[in-house]
């Protein structure tokens, strides 16, 4: 039985994904980095939009994906279930060492928006009592 066929999708190593988090922006590009760097990682790209978008690209060893995966989760992220099947096929076919030797690092692409900013917004957009 073989896990990781890559004929008919795009590679399980590549995985690309939105998300929404409460942090602020700003301390989320903090938190997040730091997390990924914590986990053996690289960011690669990482940009801000002034309505509250955070995009990374990342890269890891295959089998730090697990731990990357606990660490999305504990900033709080809500990932989609698209979100979640990914990030669990990738550590499934990380976990055979067959898989490791065919892709050893991981291509993540995340986007973030942050709930915080988008409620502020619908806020000054509110109709105010009068």
Known sequence: MQLCVQ???????????????????????KR????ILDCGGWVLEQSATPDGYVRFLVEFGCERSMDVYSALVGLGIELSRHAHLSLTRLWQCARHGHCLRRMPVARMRITILSVAV??????ETAPQGG
């Open 118 to 123: 988008a409620e502020s917004e619908l806020a």
């Open 32 to 35: 997040f980095s730091t997390a």
């Open 7 to 29: 004929d008919e999708q795009p590679p399980l190593s590549a995985v690309e994904f939105h998300a929404c988090s409460t942090l602020d922006p700003v301390l989320m590009e």
